[in-house]
């Protein structure tokens, strides 16, 4: 991820892209962007790779998941959260919402409990 450290999204600076994920098929990269500001500052991003563009998508989010379902999961004060996400336009659709029985037996994952499939 060499190519986003360094790098300006908006006003902030990237310190550390974190927990970054490859999305459609290589065309675009979820991650989460550590400015800073520390860890209040955290930010879930997107970088489309085909036009570059880098957009965020969640304020105050982190270690960002997206889930074949069509959501993205990610956590926020160790809460786990989810919210519908448009994978052709890279956007965040609908209201996030808290995820209610997440399991406990779980890799560490940003302090944040680690959705797997099954």
Known sequence: ???LSGARLGPYEIIAPLGAEVLRGGQAVLFTVTTAGGLNNEQI????????????LIRGGSHARYLPTGHLVYGVAGTLRAVAFDLRRLEVVGTPVP???AS?????WGGQHQPRSR
């Open 1 to 3: 991820m060499a190519l």
């Open 45 to 56: 991003a997107v970088l489309d790779l085909t036009t570059r563009e880098q957009k965020i």
């Open 104 to 108: 406990d037996d779980h890799a560490a």
């Open 99 to 101: 995820v209610v029985g």
